[in-house]
């Protein structure tokens, strides 16, 4: 998946920097030239995956884990994700493990690990396992990002992360509940409020908290997106992500809106305020 976004960080005392602009046009070259090079490297025939290289030395490496699975799937995704089965992403995550004793064994090492999704917390109990296992076996890790949905960010399973997870990032996309009941997420995860209160009360969890906004959401006005940046600055997390909707053959068209006005109106603003 093509992915431009702009996450706009803060220093101590500073408020929030936004510099990257995308325009329309320029999304779409970077997304072929980007489908020309993996036409171009990306093998998947069997042979080649079961022969894996081993470490370059002196190379250093991150190790990436996703995870595939999620409670519901959100109309806009294009991310590669299935609805979550329970046996299923048990066993996902007991071969993930398998496969980082693999990796091990060929003589990688890692400085950090990334896990993706999907989302990585549907079990949180198999997440922490894994993460565990990772920081054992490849004990130079230093950083562990993970992804989550607002679902359980106040359940006491999910508590078991602290001390483990270094960045938690955390999918909000609005925090309009016009646009959360659009995109099939107002259900599973709550209303806007819900979510920023559930993400105020896990700050203290983690040294890194990152909230995903998207924008070009049909409907999604001026004002909206405006709601939307203040309530994310008011929860004050070190990151902020704003991604443009990315629109592929996955995504559904009843939430397709236009980008382009309103992406350049509100990042001005914010570098001014
Ligand atoms: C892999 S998702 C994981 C987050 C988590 N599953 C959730 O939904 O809360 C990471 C982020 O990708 C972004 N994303 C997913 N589909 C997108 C799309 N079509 N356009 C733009 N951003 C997208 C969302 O902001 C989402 O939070
Ligand atoms: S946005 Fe997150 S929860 Fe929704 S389908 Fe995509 S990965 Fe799953």
């Given at each position: 998946?093509t992915?431009f976004s702009?996450?706009l960080?803060?220093?101590e005392n ?9 325009p329309n046009?320029?999304l ?11 036409d ?6 069997t ?6 290289p081993?470490?370059?030395?002196g190379?250093?490496y991150?190790?990436?884990a996703h995870?595939?699975f999620?409670?519901t799937?959100?109309?806009y995704c ?6 979550f089965?329970?046996?299923?992403a048990?066993?996902?995550?007991g071969?993930?493990?398998k496969?980082?004793?693999m990796?091990?064994?060929l ?6 690990m990334?896990?993706?999704g999907g989302?990585t917390?549907?079990?949180?109990s ?15 890790i ?5 992804e989550?949905?607002p679902r359980?960010l106040?359940t006491?399973?999910f ?17 309009d509940?016009?646009i959360l ?12 409020q819900?979510?920023f209160?559930?993400i ?5 969890l ?12 049909r409907?999604q ?8 940046l203040?309530?994310a600055?008011k929860?004050d997390p070190?990151?902020?992500?704003t991604?443009?909707?990315?629109i592929?053959?996955?995504t559904?068209k009843s939430?397709k809106?236009?980008l ?10 914010i570098?001014k305020?």
């Amino acid at each position: 998946m093509t992915s431009f976004s702009s996450t706009l960080f803060r220093d101590e005392n500073q408020p929030y920097q936004a510099n990257i602009t995308v325009p329309n046009w320029m999304l779409g070259s970077m997304e072929r030239v980007m489908q020309h090079y993996v036409d171009k490297n990306l093998r998947l025939d069997t042979q080649s995956a079961e022969i894996m290289p081993p470490p370059v030395e002196g190379k250093k490496y991150m190790l990436y884990a996703h995870i595939p699975f999620c409670h519901t799937l959100c109309s806009y995704c294009t991310f590669h994700r299935f609805l979550f089965n329970e046996d299923k992403a048990r066993s996902y995550f007991g071969s993930l493990r398998k496969e980082m004793n693999m990796v091990k064994a060929l003589g990688y090492d890692f400085e950090s690990m990334y896990i993706g999704g999907g989302t990585t917390t549907v079990i949180e109990s198999e997440l922490a396992r894994t993460i565990e296992h990772a920081r054992k076996l490849f004990p130079s890790i230093k950083e562990v990002s993970c992804e989550s949905d607002p679902r359980h960010l106040d359940t006491p399973e999910f508590q078991q992360l602290k001390g483990l997870v270094d960045r938690m990032s955390i999918g909000v996309q609005s925090f309009d509940d016009g646009i959360l009941k659009m995109t099939e997420r107002l259900d599973k995860f709550g209303s806007g409020q819900q979510t920023f209160d559930k993400i105020m009360a896990a700050k203290e969890l983690f040294p890194i908290i990152n909230v995903d906004l998207i924008f070009g959401f049909r409907g999604q006005t001026e004002e909206i997106i405006r709601h939307d940046l203040e309530m994310a600055s008011k929860l004050d997390p070190r990151q902020i992500t704003t991604y443009p909707l990315m629109i592929t053959h996955q995504t559904r068209k009843s939430v397709k809106g236009k980008l382009l006005r309103l992406r350049v109106r509100w990042q001005t603003n914010i570098v001014k305020s």
